[in-house]
């Protein structure tokens, strides 16, 4: 069964720092992604990282702040966010492209086939 788990959010003080895990079952997937979703707000973007490593993509609120990494052998992605700010609160989804997938799109939400369930990270001021 094909599925996305993320981890490793919580509830931090601004200019906290937190990592947030994706663990992949199932199969190994391509270009991997991070979005986030505040309350009233549509799905955004955040990094994404190509299956080799060779290649990130960062939002321009994710750039100096935000890195993502992913160890293919134990199938893990990883968020590390540093200096969080209040803005910053959001639920974080993982995303997948599957092996074979159309493409370097990071930025599209349609270029992922699989989503996890979310983490939610809460930045207090």
């Known amino acids: 069964q094909v599925r996305l788990v993320e981890s490793g959010g919580g509830l931090v003080r601004a200019g906290g720092s937190l990592r947030l895990s994706c663990a992949a079952f199932?199969?190994?997937?391509?270009?991997q992604g991070w979005f986030r979703q505040a309350p009233g707000k549509e799905r955004e973007f955040v990094a994404a990282?190509?299956?080799?490593?060779?290649?990130?993509d960062y939002a321009d609120s994710a750039k100096g702040r935000f890195t993502i990494s992913r160890e293919n052998a134990n199938k893990m992605v990883f968020l590390r966010i540093n200096n969080l700010k209040p803005e910053d609160t959001a639920v974080y989804y993982c995303?997948?492209?599957?092996?074979?997938?159309?493409?370097?799109?990071?930025?599209?939400?349609?270029?992922?086939?699989?989503w996890g369930q979310g983490t939610q990270v809460t930045v207090s001021s």
């Open positions: 995303a997948a492209q599957a092996v074979g997938g159309g493409g370097w799109f990071p930025r599209l939400l349609s270029a992922y086939d699989y």
């Open positions: 199932g199969r190994p997937f391509s270009t």
């Open positions: 990282i190509s299956w080799s490593g060779g290649a990130t």
